[in-house]
């Protein structure tokens, strides 16, 4: 949904790519994640290898716990300047992509909270195929989040995406005409 936002001229921050940024080794996130986690999580780059880190933290709820207190508080103080920064540009609509918006407490930061929702089955298939997940990984990642039924009493607008992307675009379109965002 992010990308078709981003067709009709919204400005994307993805806060999965703020949050590696912010734990590229030197950084103090780096460190303490590393600390945290053990030397096994980094890779052979030297980089924390996202992959042996989540075998750790999915699936087990003090883990994810620990590695949230690290990451989110950092990942919301960027997310934050990055906005400022794009308002102070002129930027009229960002769309900030985050799965775990409502979860980490991130819903101040923007003005509207839009919740994508498809059915168990299209939702496990998008995450094997988008992450390379094994079918135990996938369990464990959904097991960790919000039920999207929660998500979606948080949202202000709630997007199905069990159709086709055309129908998707069309459902986007409609939502950014009916709330005015140009």
């Keep these: 949904m992010a990308g078709m936002l981003r067709e009709l001229g919204a400005r994307i921050l993805d806060a999965d790519e703020v949050a590696h940024q912010l734990y590229q080794p030197g950084t103090p996130a780096f460190d303490e994640v590393v600390r945290a986690f053990g030397r096994e999580i980094v890779g052979e780059k030297g980089e924390i290898d996202r992959r042996k880190l989540g075998q750790k933290v999915f699936g087990n709820p003090q883990a994810l716990t620990r590695l949230n207190a690290i990451l989110h ?32 407490g991130w819903a101040p930061l923007v003005d509207q909270v839009w919740v994508t929702v498809a059915s168990e089955g299209k939702v496990k298939e998008r995450l094997r195929a988008s992450k390379d997940l094994t079918d135990e990984e996938v369990e464990a990642r959904l097991a960790s989040q919000m039920p999207v039924e929660e998500k979606a009493k948080g949202a202000d607008v709630v997007i199905n995406t069990d159709g086709t992307l055309d129908q998707v675009r069309e459902e986007v379109e409609r939502q950014r005409r009916r709330l005015g965002l140009t």
Excluded at 82 to 88: C, E, F, S, V
């Design 73 to 104: 508080p950092r990942i919301a103080r960027r997310i934050e300047e990055i906005l400022a920064g794009w308002r102070g540009e002129g930027v009229k609509v960002a769309v900030v992509e985050a799965a775990l918006l409502l979860e980490a």
